[in-house]
């Protein structure tokens, strides 16, 4: 990557990261300026980080922006929506984490009854006496 997409990279990562969804309109939002960042970038020789804020605003006053701007009924049912997904996943994870704990206590008790319950073998030789 050269120094330019790297500078924008940084700066859509910032924008992405203030950004709580990221869905369809969204990405759509995030390709749109990432091409203005581009012709920004080939018109500027040079250009460094803080010239891209000064041009285009800090990552924290777009994403604030671009949420100002978006119907407050939608956004409200996306993050509804995304907390569940989340809500749901970590409960998943939770479920499977305790289900792999209880199988291993398990298969620890039965390895743990069975090495203590094994019964060692006696052999007893008997002979018979020559002398009679």
Same mark, same amino acid.
């Given at each position: =990557?050269?120094?330019? &997409?790297?500078?924008? @990279?940084?700066?859509?990562? #910032?924008?992405?990261?203030?950004?709580?969804?990221?869905? !369809?309109? &969204?990405?759509?939002?995030? /390709?749109?300026?990432? /091409?203005?960042?581009?012709?920004?970038?080939? !018109?500027?020789?040079?250009?460094?980080? @803080? #010239?891209? %804020? &000064?041009?285009?605003?800090?990552?924290?006053?777009?994403? *604030? /922006?671009?949420? %100002? +701007?978006?119907?407050?009924?939608?956004?409200?049912? +996306?993050?509804?929506?995304? @907390?569940?997904?989340? %809500? =749901?996943?970590?409960?998943?994870?939770?479920?499977?984490?305790?289900? %792999?704990?209880?199988?291993?206590?398990?298969?620890?008790?039965?390895?743990?009854? *069975?090495?203590?319950?094994?019964?060692?073998? &006696?052999?007893?030789?008997? !002979? #018979?006496?020559?002398? /009679?």
């Amino acid at each position: =990557m050269t120094d330019k &997409e790297q500078i924008i @990279h940084s700066y859509m990562k #910032e924008i992405k990261r203030c950004l709580p969804i990221c869905r !369809e309109r &969204e990405k759509k939002y995030m /390709n749109d300026l990432q /091409n203005a960042l581009m012709d920004f970038s080939n !018109e500027t020789q040079g250009f460094t980080y @803080h #010239e891209l %804020l &000064e041009r285009f605003g800090s990552p924290k006053d777009l994403a *604030a /922006n671009y949420l %100002l +701007e978006t119907d407050a009924q939608r956004l409200s049912r +996306e993050i509804r929506y995304s @907390h569940r997904i989340k %809500l =749901m996943s970590a409960c998943a994870a939770g479920i499977v984490i305790t289900s %792999l704990a209880i199988i291993i206590m398990l298969q620890y008790f039965f390895y743990y009854n *069975a090495r203590t319950s094994y019964i060692s073998r &006696e052999v007893t030789i008997i !002979e #018979e006496d020559d002398n /009679n």
